[in-house]
């Protein structure tokens, strides 16, 4: 058991965040009913308190103030969380906890800021290479790029535009660092011959500001991991309660269209002399483009048998993404080896279950990448889907023009549903 427990919390600092949103996703509705029993807490304030007490576990894990995973984690996560809700009950203050110096606390902070203000696929590498510790082959095959070498590149670019972002903001070491940024680099993943590599070692004994910029490097690596792994966190738990508030929505939905019907046969069985005037009153009017791409939505299929026989983590895949369990479908599926789908299915399937969680313009890239591949079968669905990713935006001249290339390229399903959706819900033709 207790190798069992440390285990999990090694885990958790190199990549493994399922145990903390599993817990996030099974106590949300527990959690916020205990807090309104005990505290008169709202469920969105409970929420919130619960997504900082999970952050919280993850910084102690990764500072080194938690030695060890709880035996019992929800009474660990509740006992946190008694003392917030106490504490904003009673209007007192948490005792002051400064487990890093200070320093260094805001050299995180700060990198944590600045990498959020990065564009998605630079943050998206970021996440993988230093938080998931995925190798250059598997980053090219999660992230769709053609091979290792541009994979490389990406994640040199987004390094080097994390690195001039905190130079702007006055981080310390920054500006004796980016003028040996790229030979560090080099050094740091491993891609010098070993000449090369044993003459940097040489000039770095002698030359200061190479030793001073290495130091740099690997401090910044380190609030990289730290920074990367927690945003991954907040993501996903935020993305969980994007997930339940559609689904309450659309129950909202079902609700009020089924009391609509009640009504409507109410007042046509009590007034059969009006029936016409009813029917004209009554009849329910077209949704306008801005708020009706759900209504033309399609539940995409889940691969064959044939394709995950022999694949436990693309079947694993496949049925959390039946069960509605999206981040944790998603999770497995970039957990696939290189190599292991065909590429167009691995993205399609990236940008159905981003589309899933509410997060369109991230799942954007990755139909535009599948409709633009000549031969792949995956194309005409793509070319659909990117159009009501682009609905969902609302950006409609984009997601009318994606939804007519669907008409010609798409299979029948969607095909039908693209004709639809351009003949009923008020798109300019």
């Given at each position: 058991?207790?190798?069992?427990?440390?285990?999990?919390?090694a885990?958790?600092?190199?990549?493994?965040?399922?145990?903390?949103?599993?817990?996030?996703e099974?106590?949300?509705?527990?959690?916020?009913?205990?807090?309104?029993?005990?505290?008169?807490?709202?469920?969105d304030?409970?929420?919130?308190?619960?997504r900082?007490?999970?952050?919280?576990f993850?910084?102690?894990?990764?500072?080194?103030?938690?030695?060890?995973?709880?035996?019992?984690?929800?009474?660990?996560?509740?006992?946190?969380?008694?003392?917030?809700?106490t504490?904003?009950?009673?209007?007192?203050?948490?005792?002051?906890?400064?487990?890093?110096p200070?320093?260094?606390?805001?050299?995180?902070l700060?990198?944590?800021?600045?990498?959020?203000?990065?564009?998605?696929d630079?943050?998206?590498?970021?996440?993988?290479f230093?938080?998931?510790?995925?190798?250059?082959?598997?980053?090219a095959v999660k992230?769709?790029y053609?091979?290792?070498?541009?994979?490389?590149?990406?994640?040199?670019?987004?390094?080097?535009?994390?690195?001039?972002?905190?130079?702007?903001?006055?981080?310390?070491?920054?500006?004796?660092?980016?003028?040996?940024?790229?030979?560090?680099?080099?050094?740091?993943?491993?891609?010098?011959?070993s000449?090369?590599?044993?003459?940097?070692?040489?000039?770095?004994?002698l030359?200061?500001e190479?030793?001073?910029?290495?130091?740099?490097?690997?401090?910044?690596?380190?609030?990289?991991?730290w920074?990367?792994?927690?945003?991954?966190?907040r993501?996903?738990?935020?993305?969980?309660?994007?997930?339940?508030?559609?689904?309450m929505?659309?129950?909202?939905?079902?609700?009020?269209?089924?009391?609509?019907?009640?009504?409507?046969?109410?007042?046509?069985?009590?007034?059969?002399?009006?029936?016409?005037?009813?029917?004209?009153v009554?009849?329910?009017?077209?949704?306008t483009?801005?708020?009706?791409?759900?209504?033309?939505?399609l539940?995409?299929?889940?691969?064959?048998?044939?394709?995950?026989?022999?694949?436990?983590?693309?079947?694993?895949?496949?049925?959390?993404?039946?069960?509605?369990?999206?981040p944790?479908?998603?999770?497995?599926?970039?957990?696939?080896?290189?190599?292991?789908?065909g590429?167009?299915?691995?993205?399609?399937?990236?940008?159905?279950?981003?589309?899933?969680?509410?997060?369109?313009?991230?799942?954007?890239?990755?139909?535009?990448?599948?409709?633009?591949?000549?031969?792949?079968?995956?194309?005409?669905?793509a070319?659909?889907?990117?159009?009501?990713?682009?609905?969902?935006?609302?950006?409609?001249?984009?997601?009318?023009?994606?939804?007519?290339?669907?008409?010609?390229?798409?299979?029948?399903?969607?095909?039908?549903?693209?004709?639809?959706?351009?003949?009923?819900?008020?798109?300019?033709?």
């Open positions: 058991m207790s190798y069992f427990l440390s285990e999990q919390l885990r958790l600092r190199t990549g493994t965040l399922t145990p903390l949103t599993d817990f996030y099974q106590q949300r509705d527990i959690f916020s009913r205990w807090a309104r029993r005990q505290f008169g807490t709202t469920p304030s409970a929420h919130a308190v619960l900082e007490v999970l952050l919280e993850y910084d102690q894990a990764n500072d080194g103030r938690l030695s060890r995973w709880p035996t019992d984690l929800r009474a660990h996560l509740y006992g946190v969380a008694r003392q917030i809700l504490a904003t009950v009673t209007n007192t203050a948490l005792p002051a906890e400064s487990p890093l200070a320093s260094e606390a805001d050299r995180r700060l990198v944590l800021r600045t990498m959020r203000q990065l564009p998605y630079s943050q998206l590498v970021l996440q993988q230093y938080f998931h510790g995925s190798n250059f082959e598997t980053l992230l769709g053609p091979n290792a070498n541009v994979a490389r590149r990406q994640k040199s670019d987004a390094l080097r535009k994390l690195y001039e972002a905190l130079q702007r903001l006055g981080a310390v070491g920054t500006a004796e660092l980016l003028p040996h940024l790229t030979e560090v680099e080099r050094a740091s993943d491993g891609l010098m011959a000449a090369e590599q044993d003459e940097f070692d040489a000039q770095m004994m030359d200061a190479l030793r001073q910029a290495c130091l740099a490097y690997e401090q910044y690596a380190a609030d990289l991991r920074a990367a792994g927690r945003e991954t966190l993501l996903r738990l935020e993305s969980l309660d994007r997930r339940v508030a559609q689904r929505a659309a129950q909202q939905r079902i609700s009020r269209r089924q009391r609509r019907q009640r009504v409507r046969l109410g007042a046509i069985a009590g007034a059969l002399a009006v029936l016409l005037g009813s029917l004209v009554l009849w329910p009017k077209r949704d483009p801005t708020r009706a791409w759900a209504n033309y939505d539940q995409e299929p889940r691969l064959p048998a044939t394709t995950t026989d022999g694949r436990p983590l693309l079947e694993q895949s496949m049925n959390l993404y039946h069960n509605g369990s999206y944790a479908a998603l999770h497995t599926l970039r957990r696939l080896p290189a190599g292991a789908l590429q167009d299915t691995f993205l399609f399937y990236n940008g159905l279950l981003l589309l899933r969680q509410e997060q369109p313009q991230q799942a954007e890239s990755y139909f535009q990448r599948v409709s633009e591949m000549p031969n792949s079968p995956m194309a005409g669905r070319t659909f889907y990117l159009g009501l990713a682009h609905w969902q935006q609302q950006e409609l001249p984009q997601a009318q023009a994606a939804l007519q290339r669907a008409v010609g390229t798409a299979p029948s399903p969607h095909r039908n549903m693209a004709q639809r959706a351009l003949r009923e819900a008020g798109f300019q033709q």
